[in-house]
């Protein structure tokens, strides 16, 4: 594993880790949440917004995880993503030892995940891009561990029409931006991720999902140490 800076506090506010973070569309949410963000992934992520560290995450959350007040896991969804499903193409599945590791730091934490995860997850919160006057749908799913509770938002109906995946979007649809969509600006803007490439943006969560989240950990006064 690389070995990581050391882990400082932004004053006042408390350290969340994003584990498998990406170009970061969790941590932007977190961040403006008003947590101190530290991200950490197996790839490089130049574009990445926030401090950054270069690991296997699962050894991460298990040698450092503990260092912070609160930790969010994106294990890699390919495994259970209805595209790659359909391309036959093997990928690993990480959820349980996910959260293995997170049970490991006695740490309040999340693993979000894509819908064809959710027999794998534990009482998993849906949210939904309208939830937020977001134009995309966007189903992710989040259980919640270590002593957080979460709730979602109303369902809006899905009235909208959305465009299939990989189609231009038609004015007034909702877009569907994952695979080889078209309309990267339009994403970065319907999703709030204006620093990310297609690559990031076909992976990640609405900044606005993780902010909700991000106020349940804080609304819980959960008491974790400094």
Known sequence: MTQPTPIRRAAGRPRLLDAFCCQGGASMGYHLAGFDVTGVDI???????????????????????????????????????????????????????????LESTGRPWVI???????????????????????????HRYFEPGGGLTLT????PAHTVPQAKMGRPVPPGWFGQYV?????????????????MNRDGIRECIPPAYARHVGAAFLAARLGVAA
Request: hydrophobic share 40%; net charge positive; with cysteine.
């Open 152 to 155: 979602a938002p109303e369902h």
């Open 112 to 138: 979000e995940n894509v819908r064809g995860a959710v027999p794998k997850l534990r009482r998993p919160v849906m949210l939904c891009g309208p939830m937020f006057g977001l134009a995309t749908y966007r």
């Open 43 to 101: 790839a490089p992520q130049p574009r990445y917004p926030f401090r950054f560290i270069q690991a296997d995450a699962i050894a991460f959350i298990r040698e450092y995880g503990a260092e912070f007040d609160v930790i969010h896991a994106s294990p890699p969804c390919q495994h259970d993503s209805e595209c790659q499903r359909i391309r036959g193409n093997p990928h690993p599945d990480l959820i349980a030892p996910t959260r293995a590791a």
């Open 179 to 195: 695979g080889n969509f078209s309309g990267v600006a339009q994403a970065r803007r319907v999703m709030g991720v204006e620093w």
